[in-house]
Nanobody, 129 residues
Framework: QSQLVESGGGWVQPGGSLRLSCTASGFSLDNSAITWFRQAPGLEREGVGCVSSGGNKIYYANFVKGRFTISRDNAKNTAYLEMTSLEPEYTAVYYC??????????????????????WGQGTQVTVSS
């Protein structure tokens, strides 16, 4: 059974940090781009950032403002989202998704929503004092 599992979410005070992990089982992430998404209460899901299959290209949404770092370790079949200087507006459920192996992130191409067959269940991140 192919699945993605996120972990590392939780509660953190404003200004704090969290590191989310996204681990695949039942399939390899080697040839897939991985995107992190988030969905806050009452809002639509939005992309946080994407890393190419080889890890050499990374795209971040504007709201990240240098606070987040996306990385991956293909040997561990895992991607990461490191979040720093968190503020309450970053409270959301964070998801990771992997593209089909024939889809990747390029300078002139960003994977479309329909190109993600693998999704995690999400992990809650709550930022409050």
């Amino acid at each position: 059974q192919s699945q993605l599992v996120e972990s590392g979410g939780g509660w953190v005070q404003p200004g704090g940090s969290l590191r989310l992990s996204c681990t695949a089982s039942g399939f390899s992430l080697d040839n897939s781009a991985i995107t992190w998404f988030r969905q806050a209460p009452g809002l639509e899901r939005e992309g946080v950032g994407c890393v190419s299959s080889g890890g050499n290209k990374i795209y971040y949404a504007n709201f990240v403002k240098g606070r987040f770092t996306i990385s991956r370790d293909n040997a561990k079949n895992t991607a990461y989202l490191e979040m720093t200087s968190l503020e309450p507006e970053y409270t959301a459920v964070y998801y990771c998704a992997a593209t089909s192996p024939d889809v990747d992130l390029y300078d002139d191409y960003y994977p479309r929503p329909r190109e993600y067959p693998y999704w995690g269940q999400g992990t809650q991140v709550t930022v409050s004092s």
